[in-house]
């Protein structure tokens, strides 16, 4: 059965349904493989549907190129699942803000997350509105 019945047979499913109707908002974060998200991301988004509906995101990426094609490839999965993810994006790259084994993230970086996050609170708040009209 597809997920966007809602009819869900399994208890994992179900138990991850029941805890992600618990949130309001989301922050992923997410490593780049092969330009895209890593399949177990993609996967647990996949299993649900309302649940995810009308609820807001912020999206963190890591990567050699910071994770931006994973974060865009997101954002397209997000917005089938009516997830409002916010403009701003946490961006770390492998080279500038790991010293491996150790993540030390620039200045500028950091400053992105601090950014997205702003936005998902205050989308988190307005999407509050929406999901009680429906």
């Known amino acids: ?27 992923f974060v997410t490593g780049e493989y092969n330009h895209s998200v890593p399949a177990a991301l993609s996967n647990a988004l996949s299993f649900l549907s309302a649940e995810w509906n009308n609820k807001a995101a912020g999206i963190v990426g890591y990567g050699s190129a910071s994770g931006v094609r994973a974060t865009e490839h997101l954002r397209g999965i997000l917005s089938e699942l009516q997830i409002a993810h916010v403009q701003k994006t946490g961006m770390f790259g492998l080279f ?3 010293e491996y084994p150790t993540f ?8 992105t997350v601090d950014a997205m996050l702003e936005q998902v609170v205050t989308w988190t708040k307005a999407m509050e509105t929406v999901r009680k009209g429906n």
């Not at 059965?1 to 499913?13: C, D, F, K, R």
């Not at 030390?104 to 400053?111: G, L």
């Open 96 to 98: 500038t803000d790991f």
């Open 104 to 111: 030390k993230p620039t200045e500028q970086s950091a400053t």
């Open 1 to 27: 059965m597809p997920a966007g019945y809602g009819q869900y047979s399994n208890e994992h499913t179900k138990a991850w349904a029941a805890k992600i109707a618990e949130f309001d908002g989301f922050i």
